[in-house]
């Protein structure tokens, strides 16, 4: 066998100059140290793409036993042009991976054995940053399992701006850039309660661009979300009107979940809870009262919005299974090898947290002030909504949005009206004080509207960054 070549003493000098300047250019670029270990050469399975992925964890403890596991796509063209974009899906105590990223608006979706490109994916206007959170949920860990005990509002969001501040440390090109934070669901709750966070840190040291905040078919105000509700289950003829009378009478949702989670449900309430579950039936999806559901699997994103076991929504020509493959798929080895995640104290994967017991009457606590706060110090503030969503309804986040310029002295900038899609209406919107504070709804769309409705989030999605109105006529 012939030898190979000696290397000579130039030779070496030259590769060490090259792994040098390599190694200086990684850096200026932002992507040494943990950025560069945590880039991700390839998921099992997908198709070709352009954009650069990363996955890993990021500490939120000094004493390194509790960690958040995020997954963060560069956009498919110029990332250095685009804002970032953290997405945190709600609960709580649901994945952001497996829900935002896998189902909803990131680049891949699941499909047997495959990931499939996602067309209408976030990162064709943004670099995006999925976040498992709070520890205990998916990937997300805490060594000490006695933390998943009581988590709450305020230990979440500690948690969340710690990750943000240390995963800009492995990320320094994204120092300044401009910062917007989107979620739905509970993240009415994480989301304002970050940017609240965030906003009194810059006093001290601003290290956050903080631009928007945009919240999809939130939890604002427990007892205006959670009782809109009945009128939309009985306009939409999912209950009775003599059912709707009793339920409006004598007990309401608010009521019922206090009772519930409080360990003082009343037979009554419990009665009539009983008859509106039986009329709305568990083979229509709450989360999207058109879709058909998935008979495969009935799962739950969060116990709190809906006692009764459920699963997220989605939409027309959506795979309604595609939440079952993405858990085949997030529990495969070969794909947590690749994205260097590990399953510390639990035994697989799971859309929502099967540790985690989360201070669930913290739901009680109104995040609409906070928003108000925000508009206050500048944060454009966009609340939209998926209208087939009988969880949290259009109609009480646009009451809310409604009062909360009321009250603030908006003025209506732009008058309720509907904007488009292409050829089609897209939904309705209303903006007050001039855009910094705006509602739509996103036509036909689910609680999780970037998967029932891909084009139309995206739109919504591309005008919120831009700051520019949503479309007044058809393309």
């Given at each position: 066998?012939?030898?190979?070549?000696?290397?000579?003493?130039?030779?070496?000098?030259?590769?060490?100059?090259?792994?040098?300047?390599?190694?200086?250019?990684?850096?200026?670029?932002?992507?040494?140290?943990?950025?560069?270990?945590?880039?991700?050469?390839?998921?099992?399975?997908?198709?070709?793409?352009?954009?650069?992925?990363?996955?890993?964890?990021?500490?939120?403890?000094?004493?390194?036993?509790?960690?958040?596991?995020?997954?963060?796509?560069?956009?498919?063209?110029?990332?250095?042009?685009?804002?970032?974009?953290?997405?945190?899906?709600?609960?709580?105590?649901?994945?952001s991976?497996?829900?935002?990223?896998?189902?909803e608006?990131?680049?891949?979706?699941?499909?047997?054995?495959?990931?499939?490109?996602?067309?209408?994916?976030?990162?064709?206007?943004?670099?995006v940053?999925?976040?498992?959170?709070?520890?205990?949920?998916?990937?997300?860990?805490?060594?000490?399992?006695?933390?998943?005990?009581?988590?709450?509002?305020?230990?979440?969001?500690?948690?969340?701006?710690?990750?943000?501040?240390?995963?800009?440390?492995?990320?320094?090109?994204?120092?300044?850039?401009?910062?917007?934070?989107a979620?739905?669901?509970?993240?009415?709750?994480?989301?304002?309660?970050?940017?609240?966070?965030?906003?009194?840190?810059?006093?001290?040291?601003?290290?956050?661009?903080?631009?928007?905040?945009a919240?999809?078919?939130?939890?604002?105000?427990?007892?205006?979300?959670?009782?809109?509700?009945?009128?939309?289950?009985?306009?939409?003829?999912?209950?009775?009107?003599?059912?709707?009378?009793?339920?409006?009478?004598?007990?309401n949702y608010?009521?019922?979940?206090?009772?519930?989670?409080?360990?003082?449900?009343?037979?009554?309430?419990?009665?009539v809870?009983?008859?509106?579950t039986?009329?709305?039936?568990r083979?229509v999806?709450?989360?999207?009262?058109?879709?058909?559901?998935?008979?495969?699997?009935?799962?739950?994103?969060?116990a709190?919005?809906?006692?009764?076991?459920?699963?997220?929504?989605?939409?027309?020509?959506?795979?309604?299974?595609?939440?079952?493959?993405?858990?085949?798929?997030?529990?495969?080895?070969?794909?947590?090898?690749?994205?260097?995640?590990?399953?510390?104290?639990?035994?697989?994967?799971?859309?929502?947290?099967?540790?985690?017991?989360?201070?669930?009457?913290?739901?009680?606590?109104?995040?609409?002030?906070?928003?108000?706060?925000?508009?206050?110090?500048?944060?454009?503030?966009?609340v939209?909504?998926?209208?087939?969503?009988?969880?949290?309804?259009?109609?009480?986040?646009?009451?809310?949005?409604?009062?909360?310029?009321?009250?603030?002295?908006?003025?209506?900038?732009?008058?309720?009206?509907?904007?488009?899609?292409?050829?089609?209406?897209?939904?309705?919107?209303?903006?007050?004080?001039?855009g910094?504070?705006?509602?739509?709804?996103?036509?036909?769309?689910?609680?999780?509207?970037?998967?029932?409705?891909?084009?139309?989030?995206?739109?919504?999605?591309?005008?919120?960054?831009?700051?520019?109105?949503?479309?007044?006529?058809?393309?």
């Open positions: 066998m012939a030898m190979p070549a000696p290397v000579s003493c130039s030779s070496r000098a030259l590769a060490m100059v090259l792994v040098l300047v390599a190694t200086a250019l990684c850096c200026r670029l932002g992507s040494c140290d943990g950025a560069a270990a945590d880039r991700i050469r390839r998921l099992p399975g997908q198709p070709e793409v352009s954009f650069a992925q990363y996955s890993g964890y990021v500490a939120v403890d000094d004493a390194g036993k509790r960690a958040l596991f995020y997954y963060f796509i560069e956009a498919e063209v110029d990332p250095a042009s685009k804002p970032l974009v953290l997405w945190l899906n709600g609960g709580p105590g649901c994945s991976l497996g829900v935002g990223a896998f189902s608006n990131g680049p891949f979706r699941p499909s047997g054995q495959v990931l499939v490109k996602n067309e209408y994916s976030w990162n064709k206007e943004a670099n940053i999925y976040l498992e959170t709070p520890a205990g949920v998916g990937y997300s860990y805490s060594a000490d399992a006695a933390y998943y005990q009581g988590v709450d509002d305020k230990m979440t969001a500690t948690d969340n701006m710690v990750f943000l501040q240390r995963w800009l440390q492995k990320f320094p090109q994204y120092k300044g850039r401009n910062l917007y934070i979620g739905e669901s509970y993240a009415g709750h994480y989301i304002p309660q970050l940017a609240e966070a965030m906003v009194e840190y810059n006093t001290k040291d601003k290290i956050f661009n903080l631009k928007g905040i919240l999809g078919n939130p939890v604002l105000e427990f007892a205006t979300d959670f009782n809109s509700r009945a009128e939309y289950f009985w306009s939409h003829g999912l209950i009775s009107d003599g059912t709707y009378r009793v339920f409006t009478a004598v007990c608010s009521r019922y979940v206090t009772e519930y989670y409080g360990g003082a449900l009343s037979p009554l309430c419990a009665r809870m009983n008859q509106v039986r009329e709305t039936s083979f999806d709450k989360y999207d009262v058109t879709l058909d559901v998935c008979l495969a699997s009935v799962l739950s994103q969060s709190a919005l809906a006692p009764a076991p459920r699963r997220p929504a989605g939409g027309q020509r959506v795979d309604v299974c595609v939440e079952d493959e993405t858990v085949r798929y997030l529990n495969r080895r070969d794909v947590q090898a690749a994205m260097r995640a590990r399953l510390v104290g639990v035994d697989k994967w799971a859309v929502c947290s099967s540790v985690l017991e989360y201070e669930l009457l913290n739901l009680q606590i109104p995040t609409i002030n906070i928003v108000g706060a925000l508009v206050k110090s500048g944060i454009r503030v966009l939209y909504s998926g209208d087939q969503d009988s969880v949290i309804p259009l109609t009480g986040s646009r009451t809310l949005v409604q009062n909360l310029a009321h009250d603030m002295g908006l003025k209506t900038t732009t008058p309720y009206r509907v904007w488009f899609e292409g050829q089609q209406v897209g939904g309705w919107t209303q903006v007050y004080g001039g910094t504070l705006s509602f739509a709804t996103i036509r036909g769309a689910s609680h999780e509207a970037p998967f029932s409705q891909p084009g139309r989030s995206l739109v919504l999605f591309r005008a919120f960054l831009q700051g520019q109105p949503l479309p007044e006529t058809f393309s």
